[in-house]
């Protein structure tokens, strides 16, 4: 759903920029309280999986494919706030280095994928949690419900976009029927693929997953045709558990996915594209920026073997994500002992 330049005209793509840039503040202020240790490492890391997972486009319906979003995922696992920044970091690298996004609609692009999934995956999610019993199983469902809801939702937020500063006279019943449709059957991957990582995650650290905090329900185990507490087992602090594994463990993964899978993802256009071909959106689709880009289009200049040329170039957009990430995460961190030590005083005096 990366919009790119002339879909949408410049006073609605510069106040969709304002927005955007209002939100990220938010999110850089309220990021602060949901980062910790612990969590801080691995929000870098977030953002290299989700742009990892993002090159994996998968067919969803005769000659349209879709990917995931990651808004969801990204609110589940760090936090909502943080979630923003994470999209909002991929969403740049995407514009910057690869050309996908246009760079005059990055408010839009923010707005839409970050913003919006985000909001409502983690609200719909919270509220799941607060009726659904605090077991894994239960986090997982929420978390399925939560992210197959989330793409529909940005697709409506797009059609409501184009609708007030759509650049070509296009019906928008027609627009809306459509996205929304497609999203819906995008809606699904995502929703799988959200479910499945954050119960992966649950299943080994609980105590890293920001959905999950509270989760105390023990294990069960089925003796004599009964299910049964399992033995308690002695686990270090939560405090003093190293996160080095998991961190090692993903981003050994998101290479593997964007190296090496992405070969054998769809080609097919993406739902947005599809869209946008069918009812004559894209009519005045301008130039990228950075169309020159030694990485445009997701693979390197020069190299003609698509296997190695695509592969390269997701290798980079992980090392160069995760990079920016966590220098993003690591001074927002750095922002919170000043911070809480301001508030303590506070309540002091």
């Not at 184009?162 to 929304?180: N, P």
């Not at 002695?234 to 090496?260: C, D, I, N």
């Amino acid at each position: 759903m990366h919009v790119p330049d002339g879909f949408i005209n410049a006073p609605v793509s510069a106040a969709a920029g304002v927005v955007a840039a209002g939100a990220v503040a938010v999110g850089l202020r309220g990021a602060r309280r949901e980062l910790d240790e612990r969590t801080a490492p691995l929000a870098g890391l977030v953002a290299a999986f989700i742009f990892a997972v993002q090159m994996l486009n998968f067919p969803v319906a005769a000659g349209t494919s879709g990917h995931l979003l990651g808004g969801a995922l990204a609110a589940i696992l760090v936090g909502p706030y943080t979630g923003v920044l994470c999209i909002s970091v991929v969403l740049l690298m995407q514009g910057i280095l690869f050309a996908d996004g246009g760079l005059t609609a990055l408010g839009v692009n923010v707005l839409d994928m970050g913003i919006t999934t985000t909001v409502v995956a983690y609200a719909l999610f919270r509220g799941l949690v607060g009726v659904l019993p605090r077991t894994r199983r239960s986090m997982t469902a929420a978390s399925f419900v939560a992210a197959l809801v989330s793409v529909p939702a940005a697709a409506v937020v797009f059609t409501l976009i184009y609708w007030i500063g759509g650049t070509t006279d296009i019906a928008i019943g027609k627009v809306f029927t459509a996205m929304v449709g497609v999203h819906v059957l995008i809606g699904i991957g995502e929703a799988l693929i959200t479910a499945l990582t954050v119960g992966a995650v649950i299943a080994v650290r609980p105590d890293l997953v920001h959905g999950a905090r509270g989760l105390t329900a023990p294990l069960k185990l089925r003796v004599g045709g009964e299910l049964v507490d399992a033995p308690a087992r002695e686990t270090a602090p939560v405090a003093g558990r190293s996160t080095r594994k998991v961190w090692a463990t993903g981003l050994v993964a998101a290479l593997v996915l964007a190296g090496f899978v992405s070969f054998y993802a769809s080609a097919s256009p993406d739902g947005l594209e599809k869209v946008a071909a069918d009812q004559g959106i894209d009519e005045k689709t301008e130039p990228h920026a950075s169309k020159d880009s030694p990485l445009a289009d997701y693979g390197v200049r020069d190299i003609s073997d698509a296997r190695i040329s695509g592969g390269l170039a997701g290798v980079i957009g992980v090392g160069a994500t995760v990079v920016a990430g966590s220098g993003v995460f690591w001074a927002v961190r750095r922002r919170r002992a000043p911070d809480a030590l301001d508030a303590r005083t506070e309540e002091t005096v």
